[in-house]
């Protein structure tokens, strides 16, 4: 049975940093492509960064300059690490199996964690 947990979230200023971590279990980590996405209440969910089995990381343009996207396939594990957070980085955050890039995405039948929240707030 797959299982990915999130953990890592919490409340930041911002400009701050948050490194989110997903530890993975029941699939073959190394040979998938793994994502990072994010959801306000009320609202869709939306891609973040997606790293393949290769290394290759592609980010929303939110993401790409701030967020850094890497795993570590001996421990089936994939990172976010987010620096200068801002209030509207405020979402729960989740992992995924697979690569899934767009915006209000439909994910069901994808694999992913039960989130963890960040909140940027001054």
């Known amino acids: 049975e797959v299982h990915l947990v999130e953990s890592g979230g919490g409340l930041v200023q911002p400009g701050g940093s948050l490194r989110l971590s997903c530890v993975t279990s029941?699939?073959?980590?190394?040979?998938?492509?793994m994502t990072w996405l994010r959801q306000v209440p009320g609202k869709g969910v939306d891609w973040v960064a997606v790293i393949n089995s290769g290394g290759n990381t592609y980010y929303s343009d939110s993401a790409k300059g701030r967020f850094t996207i890497s795993r570590d396939n001996a421990k089936n594990t994939v990172y976010l690490q987010m620096n200068d957070l801002k209030i509207e980085d405020t979402a729960m955050y989740y992992c995924a199996k697979g690569g899934h890039m767009g915006f209000g995405l439909n994910l069901n039948g994808v694999n992913r964690g039960q989130g963890t929240q960040v909140t940027v707030s001054s």
């Open positions: 029941g699939f073959s980590f190394s040979t998938h492509a």
